[in-house]
């Protein structure tokens, strides 16, 4: 069976330099406003310095054998925050969308956008469907950026669609069952993330990837997200090869 060159390419190469990499990193880009304090200057100048991260991590993901790179951008509890900050995010993600267009097009990156749209700015909203649009024929890194997304809202719009399947007769409510509720998910084309990874040494999940994550390794570092590295990066990457993930069971 021909396979997809770029995917031959990359797993030839993640074969040859003999480590078991995750195929799907999750990322809590946290620590951006402690990164501006400690620098006095106001909290954007550190979402900024974050944004300006992302595109190296997004490099390295080939090399590393990363085939998805899932990153957490804005929460919905993020909307508790100042009016200025918060629209000081919204004005850089349209940003990041206008200065990262035509690399990740480039690039091979497929782009996808999870979380309740609802709340967001039509313009911005339109900005995210033509790059979703313009990269769905990439292959070689899926790259997904959660705005405005919880994992409880997620598992909460899922349930309202299944739901509303279930009363129009499209889905036997005796047949849900734990296959049936992630294909309701924002994530449903996406495999479970392997490591999910949180900087800024805070130990907790704020509400990313719930259901997803059940699994998952956890890497929790102290590394403020301005200052991660893509060796930071292969360094955990690394790490993960080492662990036994048992799912339950019992492998040695
Ligand atoms: C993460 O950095 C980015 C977003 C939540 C948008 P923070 O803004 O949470 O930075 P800290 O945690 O205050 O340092
Ligand atoms: C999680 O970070 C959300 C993002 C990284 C986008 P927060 O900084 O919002 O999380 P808490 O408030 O410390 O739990
Ligand atoms: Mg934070």
């Known amino acids: 069976m021909p396979k997809d060159p770029a995917q031959t390419a990359l797993a030839e190469h993640v074969e040859g330099g003999g480590f078991h990499g995750p195929a799907h990193v999750a990322i809590i880009m946290d620590g951006n406003g402690r990164w501006a304090t400690q620098r006095g200057r106001p909290r954007l100048f550190g979402h900024h310095a974050g944004a300006r991260r992302v595109r190296e991590v997004v490099e390295a993901c080939p090399r590393l054998g990363i085939r998805y790179l899932t990153i957490f951008a804005f929460s919905t509890e993020n909307w508790k925050r100042t009016q200025v900050e918060?629209?000081?995010l919204m004005s850089l993600f349209r940003r990041y969308i206008t200065r990262e267009m035509r690399e990740l097009v480039e690039q091979n990156v497929r782009v996808r956008f999870i979380g309740d749209r609802v709340r967001l700015d039509p313009k911005l909203i339109a900005m995210m469907d033509e790059l979703e649009a313009l990269t769905e024929a990439n292959t070689l890194v899926h790259l997904t950026v959660a705005i405005n997304y919880g994992g409880r809202d997620e598992v909460a719009r899922a349930t309202k669609r299944l739901a509303r399947d279930v009363a129009a007769g499209r889905l036997d409510p005796e047949s849900?069952?734990?296959?049936?509720?992630?294909?309701?998910?924002?994530?449903?084309?996406?495999?479970?993330?392997?490591l999910v990874i949180r900087t800024s040494g805070e130990a907790r999940i704020s509400n990313f990837l719930l259901w997803q994550s059940a699994y998952s390794e956890y890497e929790f570092i102290d590394t403020l997200w301005?200052?991660?590295?893509?060796?930071?990066?292969?360094?955990?990457?690394?790490?993960y090869g080492?662990?036994?993930r048992r799912f339950g069971g019992v492998t040695r």
Request: with cysteine.
């Open 86 to 88: 918060v629209a000081g």
């Open 176 to 194: 849900v069952d734990e296959e049936t509720l992630p294909r309701y998910l924002d994530t449903h084309v996406l495999p479970d993330p392997d």
């Open 226 to 239: 301005p200052d991660f590295t893509p060796a930071e990066l292969e360094r955990l990457c690394r790490s």
């Open 242 to 244: 080492r662990r036994d």
